[in-house]
């Protein structure tokens, strides 16, 4: 991928709705406690937006409503940039404890989430709906045909699935498609160089449906910021480094791949973390991946990561180090299938081995 811009945009799985290569996420907007205050993602808004970024991913239950009321703020100070901007938001998350129809997916969940969203927001339609968690208690038709009708009723333009299993993605996508129903335009899922088991399953039923993929934790929470280091495993200043999650992942081999995105960042002149973000840039079922920040310094690491491009060979180390163990039938189809279905010939491009049977 040769370097490009955040105004150079990509449509959305099988939409023509264009988007950022870079997407900002409000996670930790108006967060107190691991994120940036109000003023500081206000500014962090407005540099993204000054770039030429169009793409802002906010949900209903980060930092309690108020990453949603901060967009919002936003959108105030720039009068007429509203339509120009792609707001995504999220439904599933609960907010109102106790009430067992104050989240999930079901019609009368979905309603209410919206409305509120909407209120926060301060603005008459979403532009990207979310689905921000699977729903295990709410037939896939009924969130489908709730969806479907929020569509027609001009309230959402498009939505997609987070955090969904690849078999009710693929499920989704096909009885939107043969009812004649808006299609799933997309996936968010986490992947990294750290995380990537997506590329089994969710992958497989993307690339054959046509569906975008946007990655969350593109930087594994920070892991891939580059300030851990093996002598540095808590860094001052960071809010995450004493979560358990975050010291499960600083093994050796996380070491080794942090060693290898170092060399390459002094070679190209940006941070540790552009280079992380870079190597998603050239996998070919990503759209854009959600960015987060605290600090405008954060932002602009980001940013750069338009500017890298990495070559074959360091492409190949990455993958070298980071290859996931994904799950049967994958390893199968791909080594012994490929043998059983081909005997020896290269079709696509894809070789085999002779098979004799017995």
Request: hydrophobic fraction near 40%.
């Given at each position: ?287 854009a991946p959600v960015i987060g920040a605290r600090t405008p310094e954060q932002l602009e690491a980001s940013l750069a990561s338009l500017t890298v491009s990495l070559s074959e060979t360091q492409l190949a180390e990455l993958d070298a180090l980071t290859a996931p163990a994904l ?32």
């Amino acid at each position: 991928m040769s370097s490009t811009h955040l105004d150079s945009y990509r449509t959305l799985g099988r939409t023509g709705l264009r988007i950022s290569p870079l997407m900002l996420g409000t996670l930790t907007f108006d967060d107190p406690v691991l994120g940036a205050d109000r003023e500081t993602s206000l500014r962090l808004l407005h540099r993204y937006t000054d770039a030429g970024g169009n793409a802002v991913d906010t949900a209903n239950g980060y930092a309690g409503g108020r990453s949603e009321e901060t967009v919002a703020r936003f959108l105030r100070e720039r009068p007429g940039a509203r339509d120009g901007l792609v707001i995504a938001t999220k439904f599933a998350g609960n907010m109102h404890p106790g009430d067992p129809n104050g989240g999930g997916t079901g019609r009368k969940a979905i309603l209410r989430q919206l409305d509120a969203s909407l209120t926060r927001l301060g603005t008459d339609h979403i532009d990207l709906y979310w689905q921000h968690y699977f729903d295990q208690h709410t037939p896939l038709e009924e969130t489908l045909s709730t969806l479907q009708d929020l569509v027609t009723a001009g309230k959402i333009r498009y939505y997609g699935l987070s955090d969904t299993p690849a078999w009710a993605v693929a499920r989704a996508a096909t009885i939107a498609e043969l009812r004649g129903w808006a299609p799933v335009a997309a996936v968010q899922a986490e992947y990294s160089l750290l995380e990537r088991t997506a590329e089994g399953e969710l992958f497989g039923a993307v690339r054959e449906l046509s569906i975008g993929v946007v990655p969350w934790s593109p930087l594994a929470g920070g892991v891939l910021s580059g300030k851990y280091t093996r002598a540095e495993r808590s860094p001052a200043g960071s809010g995450r480094a004493a979560l358990p999650t975050t010291q499960a992942l600083l093994t050796d081999r996380t070491f080794d791949l942090l060693d290898l995105l170092r060399q390459i960042a002094r070679e190209q002149h940006v941070a540790v973390s552009a280079v992380a973000l870079a190597w998603l840039g050239h996998r070919p079922e990503v759209t854009a991946p959600v960015i987060g920040a605290r600090t405008p310094e954060q932002l602009e690491a980001s940013l750069a990561s338009l500017t890298v491009s990495l070559s074959e060979t360091q492409l190949a180390e990455l993958d070298a180090l980071t290859a996931p163990a994904l799950p049967f039938p994958i390893g199968f189809l791909r080594t012994s299938g490929v043998d059983l279905a081909q005997g020896g010939a290269t079709v696509n491009g894809v070789p085999s081995r002779a098979w004799h049977p017995g």
